[in-house]
């Protein structure tokens, strides 16, 4: 029989993302897993105004980013109702196939 202590689900907070995060909360509920959810703010390095932009304004720009999903995230959790023990929640920014 298989077992589940941790399920990851990476969002973009789109409408299959949250079906997907819907089911994930079922199987953590009957596996009693924790539910990794995890957002990556898309790279802004290969946009062309990212090298004329100053470090730390580029810095900025990503927590800025970033703060934004957690909050999102904050939401999701908030909706479905999951335990605060029962959730990790996470941001990175980056290439998302690679982050996740």
Do not use: C
């Not at 819907?22 to 390095?45: G, Q």
């Not at 062309?48 to 999102?72: D, I, K, M, V």
């Amino acid at each position: 029989m298989i077992t589940l202590k941790h399920i990851l689900v990476a969002t973009d907070f789109s409408e299959a993302s949250r079906a997907a995060l819907d089911r994930a909360d079922t199987l953590a509920s009957a596996f009693d897993a924790r539910l990794h959810l995890l957002h990556v703010v898309d790279e802004p390095l290969h946009e062309s105004w990212a090298g004329y932009t100053p470090a730390g304004a580029f810095a900025n720009l990503l927590e800025r980013l970033q703060g934004e999903a957690r909050r999102h995230l904050e939401d999701e959790a908030s909706r479905i109702g999951i335990s605060a023990e029962r959730i990790v929640l996470a941001t990175t920014w980056g290439d998302p196939g690679d982050e996740i």
